[in-house]
């Protein structure tokens, strides 16, 4: 239980440092960057605390299992397999870290996964259909309305972090969690096939423009304030907040609910 909470709260506080730290870029990219850099810091965490009982000992073990924990984040496996020297990088990162645990900055298995994550994952995201991108937030939602009235603190993870234990949802929430990974999986395949087919790439709107989709589809600035402090917000909060924001594109017309569902699916 111990381990547990140390690895909890190294993964937040990664996800908080680049949230702190990223000051070249908007607030909203810095909360939304925050999110996903956790479960990676969550995995290099759990490396760096489990590591520290093994140090004199062969490290091969715990590389392994570390990497099978790797591939169960959303689309990370497939980034692992589609892109050349991936898995040996990240294989190679986490031994190290092993071995000479970061100090100052980020671990280095989360600042490879976070670029892994920026130079593949998020342009084939941005770069899929409108269909499939609004699939991905359909999915979400529908998982975190059930956590809602399940699993509300699982439902708040799923909003700020991501869920870190699936096995621990109902039956249910296993389905939908499932529903969401295929989706996600789906919109990263289209995407990644129209980036290599070399098409026009669909318009994606900035963070300013984004700002204002929302706006037009009825988030307003205490919604925004709350984003930057989600993880102050209680569990009910966090979930109720999580729902409208995937929701947003389908409060607007067609022609501007894909660009911004091809944002949402990004940047989350």
């Known amino acids: 239980m111990e381990q547990t909470a140390v690895i909890v709260v190294v993964a937040l506080a990664a996800g908080a440092a680049l949230y702190l730290f990223g000051r070249n870029v908007s607030s909203r990219q810095r909360l939304m960057r925050s999110m996903a850099a956790a479960a990676a810091g969550a995995l290099a965490a759990a490396g760096a605390v489990y590591g520290l009982q093994f140090l004199t000992g062969d490290d091969t073990q715990m590389v392994d299992n570390a990497m099978i924990e790797a591939r169960t984040l959303p689309l ?11 898995e040996a990088r990240l294989r190679a990162s986490l031994k190290e870290e092993l071995r000479n645990p970061t100090t100052q900055g980020a671990p280095r298995p989360l600042v490879l996964m976070s670029e892994l994550r920026a130079r593949h994952i998020v342009p084939a995201l941005r770069a899929t259909d409108a269909a499939d991108a609004e699939s991905v937030l359909a999915a979400r939602i529908a998982l975190m309305r059930h956590l809602a009235g399940t699993n509300v603190t699982a439902c708040r993870e799923l909003a700020l972090i ?19 990974l295929i989706a996600m999986e789906k919109a990263y395949r289209a995407g990644r096939d129209a980036l290599k087919s070399g098409t026009a790439q669909p318009p994606v709107p900035n963070d300013t423009e ?19 402090n989600l993880a102050k917000l209680s569990n009910e909060e966090a979930c109720e907040l999580g729902i409208r924001l995937n929701g947003a594109p389908s409060k607007l017309p067609p022609d501007r609910a894909g660009g911004l569902a091809r944002y949402l699916a990004a940047a989350q």
Do not use: C, N
């Open 76 to 86: 990370v496996g497939l980034v692992l397999i589609d892109v050349p020297d991936a």
């Open 210 to 228: 984004a700002r204002t989709l929302l706006v037009e589809a009825g988030l307003t600035s205490s919604d925004f304030e709350k984003l930057q």
């Open 162 to 180: 991501g869920i870190q234990q699936a096995d621990r949802l109902d039956a249910q929430g296993q389905k939908l969690m499932r529903d969401m």
